[in-house]
């Protein structure tokens, strides 16, 4: 039986992805080869993301005389695929890339922002979570000093105060709410709001609240789901296509325990919640197997 060779091609990786451990681990992906080196006239910056929790993503924008530090990595055309539909919202231009070795590759795909950055416009800023896998990325390839300097010295978001404020009255005004405040929902309950029948409007739950969507932008997988798992999984850099788990799947329960989670993992906990409350989501009930699995 002959065997169907299989085509590779060239990604370059400059934010998330410059690191072959979360390439393997977090992106499933199996490098056939991996280079950290450079593109030139290219430059990094920060695109605006997700208000209150990831408000900045790894982006990059031509500059003339600019380098841009990163790792370039050989996958099969599958993986390269649905790292593409992952990376919906950059275009693929083939550059030259010429790794710290001196080895040069023509036709190396760098991911460039599909909207094209025009002076004048808001960049973002990344989260804790988000530029600590540049710095590990950036340290596990042994990139330029100069270049993890760069990246130490970046700022990150953190919650404004008058955020913050507003966030924990919605909460308190729901703990004070006699109704609201004593109404539990199962997560089999929440799995069936999902969205997909208008019997059952798209909720998600977050840290012990059940949360009603309404008119909230959030990703399709949060719907009739308990995230707190997913998020602590994104904060450690885990893969969630393999490490998620919905109710029915085996290894559902028991929920993630807080007092088992670092200070910076509860505040990025919290950043999820308030990015769903402050873009119109409305905390109707409490999750019962989330406060069951917390004793």
């Not at 408000?55 to 996958?75: C, D, K, N, Q, V």
């Not at 540049?134 to 000093?145: D, F, S, T």
Request: net charge neutral; proline share 5%; glycine share 8%.
């Amino acid at each position: 039986m002959a065997i169907q060779a299989v085509d590779y091609v060239w990604r370059f990786g400059y934010g998330s992805n410059i690191g072959l451990e979360v390439l393997k681990q977090k992106k499933n992906l199996n490098p056939k080869e991996y280079y950290t080196g450079t593109i030139t006239n290219y430059e990094l910056y920060f695109t605006p993301g997700i208000p209150f929790v990831e408000p900045g993503w790894g982006a990059t924008r031509y500059h003339e005389g600019s380098m841009l530090h990163g790792s370039a990595f050989y996958i099969s055309q599958e993986e390269a695929q649905k790292l593409d539909a992952q990376e919906a919202g950059y275009n693929v231009l083939p550059c030259q890339f010429t790794s710290y070795c001196g080895k040069v590759i023509n036709n190396v795909g760098l991911y460039v922002p599909k909207k094209e950055f025009k002076i004048g416009d808001k960049e973002g800023i990344p989260s804790l979570r988000y530029l600590r896998l540049l710095r590990k990325g950036a340290r596990q390839g042994n990139l330029e000093a100069h270049w993890i300097e760069k990246l130490d010295k970046q700022p990150y978001y953190k919650t404004p105060p008058e955020v913050r404020a507003q966030t924990l009255k919605w909460i308190q005004e729901f703990e004070s709410d006699p109704v609201r405040s004593g109404v539990y929902w199962t997560a089999e309950e929440l799995a069936r709001h999902d969205g997909k029948d208008e019997k059952y409007p798209a909720h998600t739950s977050a840290l012990e609240y059940v949360i009603k969507i309404n008119d909230a932008r959030v990703f399709p997988s949060w719907k009739g789901h308990t995230i707190t798992r997913r998020n602590l999984l994104q904060f450690r850099g885990q893969s969630l296509d393999t490490n998620d788990i919905r109710y029915g799947q085996e290894g559902f329960r028991p929920l993630p325990k807080l007092n088992e989670c670092t200070e910076e993992e509860r505040e990025f906990l919290l950043q999820n919640l308030e990015s769903v409350l402050h873009r119109g989501g409305e905390i109707v009930a409490r999750l019962k197997d989330f406060l069951e699995d917390q004793n």
